[in-house]
């Protein structure tokens, strides 16, 4: 009798051992997608947080930089005017002064002359703002590169999430979102004034 139940024991025996290896590989093609969608999940979380804060931090990096150019164009500019007020004072002295005019006029002129030459050995306007121009470049990269990062991890998520069986499956039992948004955005010119309005 015992030879005629080792084989049913054997069948069933292969049989639970077969289920137990197939529970084995379900259940860890189940964790293995659940950490796919939840590292996919963080990336778009993630991604959304830093074009979030490159906005915020690069946006004062901007206004920050032109208020420097701005800054250093009126200091330059009032250089340049007190230097051709003091060449017209001089001028005025030489045609219509007397001698003690003049001499009064050229060391008003002279002084300017000596300020603009210790204040500023080298006059950087030009430099300053192809600098400023390098800058706002920089940082309009940054935000594109973080916001570009952040749809393409939307992108990742909904692709992987949108398959058949166990993305699909598993991303339903466990409350994965269905897909996220891509960003939609007003498709509208920027206003350049405001965004250049350092005041």
Known sequence: MSNKTSPVLIALGVIALVCCCGLGILAISVQSTQQSLLAKQQAVQRGKAGYVGAVEIVGQKITG??????????????????????????????????????????????????????????????????????????????????????????????????????PSIVGGMLGFPQSYEYWEGAAVAPDIKSLLQTE
């Open 65 to 166: 930089t032109w208020m420097i150019l701005d800054k250093y164009l009126d200091h330059e500019g009032k250089i340049y005017k007190d230097l051709a007020n003091a060449r017209r004072q001089y001028d005025e002295a030489v045609a219509t002064g007397t001698p003690l005019d003049q001499v009064k006029a050229a060391g008003g002129f002279n002084v300017q002359v000596q300020a603009l030459a210790e204040s500023n050995p080298q006059i950087a306007s030009a430099l300053l703002a192809q600098q400023t121009s390098n800058a706002l470049e920089e940082a309009v990269n940054e935000m594109f590169t973080q916001f570009q990062d952040w749809q393409d991890a939307v992108y990742d998520y909904n692709s992987y999430r949108g398959r058949l069986f166990a």
